[in-house]
Every structure is written in structure tokens, then in C-alpha cells.
């Protein structure tokens, strides 16, 4: 392979890199205290970072609303990583030895332009329609695309660049490739007829090729986005969850072990309880984790009936919004509406699955109940705005807006309880 080919495999090694961006930030209007000043919020449709509201009447606001299709949109991405998938097959297939320069060049060359297209795509999903978790997640898998672009081409040059090598030790979308094998593609020769070099060629392509099928299976709505995020913040609800349960329970234990032990077995030696070295909690303690517990099990109650309402199934909804004289009119939300409102939801379900981890840590003896306490009533203020934008979901569907009655109340019931165990 002559100068001229490495040079533009080079060459595409920093297009690549320059492809890769930093992923969309979850940026949303911070969501009302009252179910009214959140229909006012989407009645006057504020600005992304919630700083500077855009008055419109709702009718010019409809008609003016961007057509977007994330189906169709996400059929074409897919199509498109199959395209570089396609591409990468051939230009690893020419740089086998003996390469020849004149064809590598023409398949590096035509990888690089779909490589342009791909960035091209993906920087022109408009973020307010298509929702800002959906616009992160493809942003994400992208980059994982020209990284492990970047990657295979780089295996190819006699001299790789450094850059590349440093971002294999550090990218988690390459996990399934050892540091060490990049370590030791760091100082090993790139001349073709070395046998581990086939092979590590065969990884780099594959790396690629899982990047890419990946990419394919990317969501279609911002709404499949935060499904996906859901599942994972479920499962560290359910974690906490059992810690505190565990930990209740291995303070039962130790009630019962503590008559039955002198710390002294029948030979005289002192037992072993380093299993049971946390501290017991006073019974006020207990009390309190078993509440505060029944405020995590409500609260993953809340989760599963947002995924069920508001995620697991497509939206068409109508609210009612009040007009200036008192009047109201039937508003079909439209898509930039339900986009951010599942983006709130999301970013509000985060801050819960945050502070659950958080109360679970805090409830181990000695506890700052004062601390432990300002957790719970923001988790509760968490639970409230998860429920505002789910009722704009179920609005008009009595049993569920009953739940959510239910929900606060019970939730305020704990917190009462609390309150009360600490006077």
C-alpha cells in the first residue's frame, strides 16, 4: 500500500473523529406545581431551556408545527448503517495484502461519503419535534459507528495514530475488545502478512458491523427512547428497594442472634461476626426505613403506571386548555408537545431513581434523619411531577386519574408518618 492510500485512510480517520459530537443534554422546562401551569406551559410554548416563554395562539401554533416522520426517518438511518457496514466489508477486503493502492483508495473514498451522509442525517433530526432522548440516543450509537470506523482504519496505517489508540482504552462502546489489545496494538508492526494483524483486522471489522446492527434497532420515537431508559431505571428502583429490605432484615437477625451468642463458641474462641459488623439500628431507625421503604415500593408503583399509560403504547391525546375569557376548546397535542412532555417525564424519573439510591445509602445506621427527610419530600416532589405530565396522558380516563389521586394522597400519608415518628 503506497503513501498516497495511507494518507487518505488517514485522512478519513479524522473525518470520522470529527463526526463524533457531544451528545444532546437533557434540557427541559422545570415542570409546574399545578396540573393548570402545566397545560399554560405547553399553551405557550416555551422555549427548550424553559427561560423565555413564546406567546402564540394555539391555532397558528398547530398550523405552524414541522411534519416529521421517525419511522420513516429512523428506516433511512437504518438503511444508512448498513450502508457503512457494507462499505467497511470492502475496504477491509482491500487492504488485505496484496493490497492494491488504487483500490483502497476508491472504497476509503466511498466509505467516507457515507460516512458524510450518516453525520449529515443525524445532525438534522429537528430536536424539538423528535424529542431530546431520541436525538441523544442516535447521536450516541453514531458515534459509536465512526469511532469503530476510525478504529478498523487505524490497524491499517504503518504508523496509527495516537488519538485513536487513547479513545479504544476509554470508549465503553468498545468493551468487547480487551485494553490489552489495543495496548498491544500500540507497538506492534502493521506490515500485512503478519498473522495476528488478519486477525485483529477481523475484530476491528466486527466491532464495526456490531456498531452498526446496533444502530439499526435504534428507536423510532422519542418515545421508544425513554421506554429503553425506563427498563434500566426500573431495575435500580427494584435494587434499592431489596437493600433496604435486607438491611431490615439483617437488623431482625441480629435481635435474634443477640441473646443466642456470648461471642464465645464451645472451645472458648471468639465467633466470627465480621458478616455483622453494621451498626444496629435503634427501633426508631427501623420504623423509619420501613416507612421510608413504602415510599420506594409507592414510587416504583408510580413508574410501572407511567410506562404502562405513557410509554408502552402511541399517544393520541387531547386536552383541554382555558382560554383568556374563561372559554375552552378541545387542543390535540401536537408532536412537540408529547416530545417534550416525555422528555420531562424522563428527566423527573431520573431525578427519583437518584434519590432512591440516595435514601437506601441513608438509612444505614447512625441515620441524619434531618438529611434522610429532605430526600423523601423531594422524592415526593419528584412523584408529583412524574404525576402532572402523566395526567395530561390520561386525561379524561376517570379510573386512572383516580390512581393518581390515590398516589399523592399515599404518598403524603408516609411522609406524615415520618413526620410523626420523628416527634
Not at 503478519?194 to 476491528?204: E, P, V
Not at 441473646?259 to 471468639?270: A, T
Request: hydrophobic residues 40%.
Amino acid at each position: 500500500m503506497n503513501a498516497e492510500a495511507q494518507l487518505k485512510i488517514r485522512g478519513l480517520i479524522q473525518l470520522a473523529l470529527g463526526y463524533v459530537v457531544e451528545p444532546q443534554p437533557l434540557s427541559v422546562p422545570a415542570v409546574p406545581e399545578t396540573l393548570d401551569g402545566l397545560i399554560e406551559q405547553l399553551q405557550n410554548g416555551l422555549n427548550l431551556n424553559g427561560s423565555e416563554p413564546v406567546v402564540a395562539p394555539v391555532l397558528a401554533r398547530e398550523s405552524q408545527e414541522e411534519v416529521w416522520d421517525g419511522e420513516s426517518f429512523g428506516n433511512r438511518l437504518a438503511g444508512l448503517g448498513k450502508l457503512v457496514a457494507n462499505d467497511v466489508t470492502k475496504v477491509s477486503l482491500a487492504c488485505k495484502p496484496p493490497a492494491e493502492s488504487k483500490t483502497v483508495i476508491g472504497m476509503v473514498e466511498a466509505l467516507g461519503e457515507t460516512c458524510f451522509r450518516l453525520a449529515g442525517f443525524v445532525d438534522s433530526i429537528p430536536v424539538k419535534v423528535a424529542g431530546q432522548t431520541y436525538k441523544r440516543e442516535v447521536q450516541i450509537l453514531s458515534n459509536n459507528i465512526f469511532e469503530a470506523v476510525a478504529g478498523l482504519l487505524n490497524a491499517f496505517l504503518e504508523q496509527p495514530d495516537e488519538r485513536v489508540l487513547q479513545l479504544q482504552n476509554k470508549n465503553a462502546a468498545l468493551k468487547g475488545v480487551s485494553q490489552g489489545l489495543s495496548r498491544n496494538n500500540q507497538g506492534a508492526s502493521s506490515e500485512s502478512g503478519s498473522g495476528a494483524n488478519k486477525d485483529f483486522y477481523l475484530i476491528k471489522t466486527g466491532i464495526v458491523w456490531e456498531a452498526c446492527e446496533i444502530f439499526e434497532k435504534a428507536s423510532r420515537s422519542n418515545r421508544e427512547a425513554v421506554a429503553k431508559k425506563w427498563g434500566d431505571m426500573m431495575s435500580t428502583m427494584e435494587d434499592a428497594i431489596a437493600e433496604v429490605k435486607e438491611m431490615i432484615d439483617s437488623n431482625d437477625e441480629k435481635d435474634e442472634l443477640k441473646g443466642d451468642d456470648d461471642d464465645e463458641d464451645d472451645s472458648g474462641n471468639e465467633s466470627d461476626d465480621s458478616w455483622n459488623d453494621d451498626e444496629k439500628m435503634t427501633e426508631e431507625e427501623k420504623q423509619l426505613s420501613i416507612q421510608a421503604n413504602s415510599h420506594l415500593k409507592l414510587t416504583r408503583l408510580l413508574l410501572k403506571k407511567l410506562q404502562q399509560r405513557c410509554l408502552d403504547t402511541q399517544q393520541v391525546a387531547k386536552i383541554v386548555i382555558p382560554s383568556a375569557n374563561s372559554q375552552r376548546s378541545d387542543v390535540t397535542l401536537q408532536p412537540s408537545d408529547l416530545a417534550r412532555m416525555w422528555d420531562q417525564l424522563y428527566e423527573a424519573a431520573q431525578g427519583i431513581v437518584a434519590l432512591a439510591d440516595e435514601i437506601a445509602t441513608s438509612l444505614y445506621s447512625p441515620q441524619d434523619q434531618a438529611v434522610l427527610m429532605t430526600l423523601l419530600r423531594q422524592l415526593s416532589r419528584k412523584n408529583h411531577d412524574c404525576i402532572l405530565v402523566g395526567r395530561l396522558f390520561v386525561k379524561g380516563q376517570a379510573d386512572q386519574e383516580q390512581w393518581m389521586d390515590m398516589c399523592e394522597a399515599q404518598s403524603k400519608k408516609i411522609l406524615d408518618a415520618i413526620v410523626l415518628l420523628q416527634s
